[in-house]
């Protein structure tokens, strides 16, 4: 770089100097600065913060096929005719060549699948979208070159894993599989060793007291930023520092590696969005803030398993009362929540550990398995497993197997409304864009419960259910769209907006949002259960969603869902007008 900014120097050095002995920190600054003079040419990025019309569309490269076409090309075909006004970032699950994990177990972080497509296909999609990518850097496959340089005593990489002794204790290990922690591998010259695997067997995790270890990162990541990727998600981030005797989870290594994540992003490609993905409880989710200096956004996983109990129970008490515990937690400048429903991934009953009871979620597991999802458990490292993860399709595991199609759209509208209102950023996942069920027979033939999700979808069958106006994905598509119009128009909804939930029983889940600069205020309420509810409020205005004007009370059907926009009262809208007039008086002495 032709000149260094002092300050940005000065505080790499104290976060390095947090993880790694004294002896490695001058020849760190130096490698880091190398690097950042590498990818400089990507120094384009100024964008502003996110705002209420900023969505996010979480999707594999290939969820919709079109017969010899690269997958990455008919996502860019399909996201230009029907997303354009719907979305406004793509969330590109692993997109690089793997060997098992459906992509999370990566064989070469730099390159595209050649089965998707290509740089150019990204660069393609970034004409219109703003993309996000993933970094999957707490572990890569034993397939990778990484590794097998490993087993062939390669020197540029030693101790690029953990190898450890498996008589020792790790009991305290937090596990989120209930596979083993250790595996058994064979070096070239015959060895064995048990190297580290979180995860799974072919998933072996990186050795980040390595610092050429954290070098390869933060080259991969200037790469993925100067390559399109205004956003990057760091899976499973909280487990890259381990150290035996300890939960290895969220140790203070992990976070401030994140900070220098942080640091060299912000001054080299501003504007790039570090988003953590730590499927635990809330108070260790929420950790990843920081002090307004690690992640810009936090995954809100609280939100899926707690919305789902509430529909299952048509009780938002816990829903409630976790709600209104929100406010302080991302009010450092350029931090949000990331929420979501659904995803990739299933519903994780972690997050609710501190909210429902273990009756609860054995109860939300039992569901799960009724409407024939399946359940998967996690190692308590005293022999005994819990639930950890509900695999079904979000659409699937909030409706009934016999509802109508207009009762399954209901529903599931309410559930997304209820996403689309809450502070924060929403990124909805495709198949919930595109109204899915169960994939039970992609479950069953590849063995693997998250496929319950990820149907492969054929592009001419999905644009021909999209025009029938009946089919379930068109009612979900297009009350989606609707819903989203109407959420980008009001500031109300933008992260920074305000937010106060109500109390109003157990059937309403009830929510204000306001925007102090544009005095734009929105109540929201749902009503969560099978039977009408007498809505009653001190407020004057009009649904947005129905049109229909509110004058203090009205009664909501069955899982109805109400945007009411108050009516500025007198003093307000002469407030707003004097502004209005000392702006353009402004204007005209300029």
Request: neutral net charge; contains cysteine; proline residues 5%.
């Amino acid at each position: 770089m032709s000149s260094v900014n002092l300050e940005y120097v000065l505080r790499l050095e104290s976060l390095l100097s947090r993880i790694y002995p004294r002896e490695h920190i001058a020849d760190l600054l130096k490698k880091i600065l190398h690097l950042a003079e590498k990818w400089n040419y990507g120094k384009h990025r100024t964008t502003s913060w996110v705002d209420g019309t900023n969505i996010y569309l979480i999707t594999y490269g290939d969820n919709i096929r079109h017969g010899e076409q690269p997958p990455l090309a008919t996502l860019n075909h399909f996201a230009n005719i029907y997303l354009r006004e719907i979305v406004s970032d793509i969330h590109i699950l692993p997109m690089y060549p793997y060997s098992s994990d459906d992509g999370f177990s990566v064989i070469d972080y730099r390159r595209i699948d050649e089965h998707l497509g290509g740089w150019s296909d990204i660069h393609h999609l970034s004409a219109h979208f703003n993309l996000m990518f993933d970094c999957v850097i707490n572990h890569i496959s034993r397939s990778s070159e990484w590794m097998k340089g490993y087993l062939h005593d390669d020197p540029y990489y030693k101790d690029y894993f953990i190898a450890s002794n498996p008589e020792l204790d790790y009991s305290r290990v937090v596990r989120p599989r209930a596979s083993p922690l250790l595996t058994p591998f064979i070096k070239a010259d015959g060895t064995e060793l048990y190297l580290w695997t979180t995860f799974s067997e072919d998933q072996v995790d990186i050795n980040f007291k390595n610092p050429q270890v954290l070098l390869e990162s933060i080259d991969v990541l200037l790469q993925y930023a100067a390559s399109g990727g205004q956003s990057i998600r760091l899976d499973a981030i909280g487990y890259i520092w381990k150290e035996v005797g300890t939960r290895c989870i969220h140790m203070p290594q992990a976070h401030n590696i994140i900070k220098v994540w942080r640091t060299i992003l912000d001054e080299v490609i501003p504007g790039t969005r570090l988003i953590t993905e730590t499927n635990v409880p809330h108070h260790e989710n929420i950790s990843y803030f920081g002090e307004g200096d690690e992640a810009h956004m936090v995954y809100q996983f609280p939100l899926p398993p707690l919305t789902l109990h509430a529909f299952l129970r048509q009780d938002t008490t816990t829903l409630t009362q976790w709600a209104q515990s929100l406010n302080a937690e991302a009010r450092y400048p350029d931090t949000t929540y990331f929420n979501f429903l659904a995803s990739h991934d299933g519903i994780g009953l972690r997050p609710t550990e501190t909210f429902l009871s273990d009756d609860e979620r054995k109860y939300m597991a039992q569901e799960t398995l009724r409407k024939e999802g399946r359940v998967s458990y996690k190692d308590n490292g005293d022999g005994t497993h819990s639930p950890y993860e509900l695999n079904i399709n979000y659409l699937s595991a909030l409706t009934e197997p016999g509802d109508d199609v207009d009762l399954k759209a209901r529903k599931f509208l309410a559930a997304q409304a209820l996403l689309l209102s809450f502070i924060g950023v929403p990124a909805i996942y495709i198949h919930s864009l595109l109204g899915s069920e169960n994939d039970l027979d992609g479950m069953h033939q590849s063995g693997i419960n998250r496929r319950i999700n990820r149907k492969k979808l054929e592009l001419g069958t999905l644009e021909a259910e999209l025009e029938k106006k009946d089919s379930l994905r068109s009612r979900v598509f297009y009350g989606l769209q609707e819903l989203i119009k109407h959420r980008r128009a009001h500031p109300a909804f933008s992260p920074q907006a305000g937010q106060r939930v109500f109390d109003l029983g157990k059937s309403l889940f009830a929510m204000e949002r306001y925007d102090p600069k544009s005095e734009d205020r929105i109540t929201c309420v749902f009503n969560i259960s099978d039977h009408s509810q007498m809505l009653k409020l001190a407020v004057e205005g009009k649904d947005l969603i129905g049109g229909e004007v509110f004058n203090g009370q009205m009664r909501l059907q069955p899982w109805q869902v109400v945007w009411i926009k108050h009516k500025l009262k007198a003093p307000e809208r002469l407030g707003r007008l004097r502004r209005w007039r000392m702006k353009l008086f402004k204007r005209t002495k300029r």
